[in-house]
């Protein structure tokens, strides 16, 4: 049974000098860049969307409840609020539209909405977006929604299912005609309301049966794709997917070795140009991995513990690191060497409880948003020297922060 069901040459005058500066000039106006912010809220359910040129809120959207998780969909179309707490994951239409034409992309923008799509189900975290489609994993269901972008625009609700061998924090993530989903350890006694522990990867085939062996992959969490590798973060090491043709993807394991210091990897994030990734690892430190190298782990440590992290996805050498005591670092992700640092906000100790307000990073062009939740604001800097250029009061406590936008044409 399918586990997806329902759902003159030389001669120039003056004039014609003039005429051609006039239309170079038209061209250059035609020319823009244009970014919105999705911001949630710590505590309030609630995301709010701004213009970041002018600094206005474009619209302040209610949510069921409190945002753990915003997630932005490739096409930057949607974004996803992920309401873990309230069973419930609400869908927001960006209002910026990037259509590619090779040589430049066309911009087109509108208002920014909160669709009628509202998904809920037991206890939703992780979403994959991958294309089109989107793998919504729902724990305590035991399944994950495949929901499509486009019919979600056009106000639809329907979706496929990809079902798991029981409830747990889970993922599924799509490569090619499989699907790769974490696998509960059931062998395990849990307590009453809690769910079982992972203790590796399976792949499924297009009718939902396993194909191959059950990867070990002990505490399976962090999900993240690059350049047509999937990567999971595991106690033992890195999962690495790779897509074998027409035949079910091998996981392969690129364990930490003896020569790394106490730690794991549980976020991963995912090198679009260039094929690699980025982990933290242990409270102080983010690991670069390149599943090709004959060295695959370099641990860059931090002074103190880190916040947040993010991979500047223009320019792919670089990625920014957040750390307690309100500075930010630039990281040159080829070499390992921090680049430059300065301070941006007051401390956030990592003391007291994980959900605690703290800075969230968004980059976006030449400029880099760090929400502020202490102080109501997001910071905007520039990428280069770090130095704020302005900020955007957020009324709350600005928290999770996403970026949607880009540059091209406007017509």
Same mark, same amino acid.
């Given at each position: 049974?399918?586990?997806?069901?329902?759902?003159?040459?030389?001669?120039?005058?003056?004039?014609?000098?003039?005429?051609?500066?006039?239309?170079?000039?038209?061209?250059?106006?035609?020319?823009?860049?244009?970014?919105?912010?999705?911001?949630?809220?710590?505590?309030?359910?609630?995301?709010?969307?701004?213009?970041?040129?002018?600094?206005?809120?474009?619209?302040?959207?209610?949510?069921?409840?409190?945002?753990?998780?915003?997630?932005?969909?490739?096409?930057?179309?949607?974004?996803?609020?992920?309401?873990?707490?309230?069973?419930?994951?609400?869908?927001?239409?960006?209002?910026?539209?990037?259509?590619?034409?090779?040589?430049?992309?066309?911009?087109?923008?509108?208002?920014?909405?909160?669709?009628?799509?509202?998904?809920?189900?037991?206890?939703?975290?992780?979403?994959?977006?991958?294309?089109?489609?989107?793998?919504?994993?729902?724990?305590?269901?035991?399944?994950?929604?495949?929901?499509?972008?486009?019919?979600?625009?056009?106000?639809?609700?329907?979706?496929?299912?990809?079902?798991? @061998?029981?409830?747990?924090?889970? &993922? #599924?993530?799509?490569?090619?005609?499989?699907? /790769? *989903?974490?696998? =509960? $350890?059931? +062998?395990?006694?849990?307590?009453?309301?809690?769910?079982?522990?992972?203790?590796?990867?399976?792949?499924?085939?297009?009718?939902?049966?396993?194909?191959?062996?059950?990867?070990?992959?002990?505490?399976?969490?962090?999900? @993240?794709?690059?350049?047509?590798? &999937? #990567?999971?973060?595991?106690?033992?090491?890195? /999962? *690495?997917?790779? =897509? $074998?043709? +027409?035949?079910?993807?091998?996981?392969?394991?690129?364990?930490?070795?003896?020569?790394?210091?106490?730690?794991?990897?549980?976020?991963?994030?995912?090198?679009?140009?260039?094929?690699?990734?980025?982990?933290?690892?242990?409270?102080?430190?983010?690991?670069?991995?390149?599943?090709?190298?004959?060295?695959?782990?370099? *641990?860059?440590?931090?002074?103190?513990?880190?916040?947040?992290?993010?991979?500047?996805?223009?320019?792919?050498?670089?990625?920014?690191?957040?750390?307690?005591?309100?500075?930010?670092?630039?990281?040159?992700?080829?070499?390992?060497?921090i680049l430059r640092s300065a301070s941006i906000t007051e401390p956030y100790s990592k003391d007291g409880h994980w959900r605690d307000p703290r800075p969230r990073?968004?980059?976006?062009?030449?400029?880099i948003a760090v929400s502020d939740p202490r102080k109501g604001l997001v910071r905007i800097l520039d990428a280069d020297s770090l130095k704020e250029t302005r900020t955007i009061p957020v009324e709350g406590l600005p928290f999770n922060v996403v970026a949607?936008?880009?540059?091209?044409?406007?017509?």
């Open positions: 049974m399918s586990p997806r069901f329902s759902f003159p040459l030389f001669s120039v005058s003056l004039a014609a000098l003039s005429l051609a500066g006039t239309l170079v000039g038209a061209h250059a106006d035609d020319t823009v860049e244009a970014w919105r912010l999705f911001v949630s809220d710590q505590e309030a359910g609630k995301v709010t969307a701004i213009d970041v040129e002018t600094g206005k809120t474009l619209g302040v959207f209610p949510l069921k409840g409190y945002a753990t998780h915003l997630v932005p969909s490739d096409s930057g179309a949607t974004v996803f609020a992920v309401q873990m707490d309230h069973d419930a994951v609400d869908v927001l239409k960006s209002g910026v539209h990037l259509t590619d034409h090779g040589e430049h992309k066309d911009v087109e923008l509108e208002d920014p909405a909160l669709l009628p799509v509202r998904q809920e189900g037991g206890r939703p975290v992780h979403a994959v977006m991958h294309g089109d489609e989107i793998l919504q994993f729902f724990d305590r269901d035991g399944e994950a929604r495949v929901l499509s972008e486009k019919a979600l625009l056009e106000g639809k609700t329907e979706y496929d299912v990809v079902k798991v @061998a029981a409830p747990h924090h889970g &993922v #599924a993530v799509p490569m090619g005609k499989y699907t /790769l *989903v974490s696998e =509960p $350890n059931l +062998d395990v006694e849990t307590k009453e309301g809690e769910l079982p522990p992972r203790l590796g990867l399976k792949v499924l085939d297009a009718e939902g049966k396993q194909a191959g062996e059950v990867a070990a992959c002990t505490g399976l969490h962090g999900e @993240a794709s690059s350049a047509g590798l &999937v #990567a999971f973060g595991c106690e033992e090491g890195v /999962l *690495v997917v790779r =897509p $074998n043709d +027409d035949k079910a993807p091998v996981p392969e394991m690129i364990a930490y070795g003896d020569e790394m210091p106490e730690g794991r990897v549980g976020t991963l994030l995912g090198g679009k140009a260039m094929q690699f990734f980025l982990g933290n690892y242990g409270d102080d430190k983010v690991v670069i991995i390149e599943p090709a190298s004959e060295e695959p782990y370099r *641990v860059v440590e931090f002074p103190v513990r880190r916040v947040d992290f993010a991979l500047d996805p223009a320019k792919v050498k670089l990625a920014y690191v957040f750390t307690e005591d309100g500075r930010l670092h630039v990281l040159d992700v080829l070499t390992g060497k990073l968004a980059v976006m062009g030449e400029s949607v936008g880009g540059s091209g044409i406007r017509h």
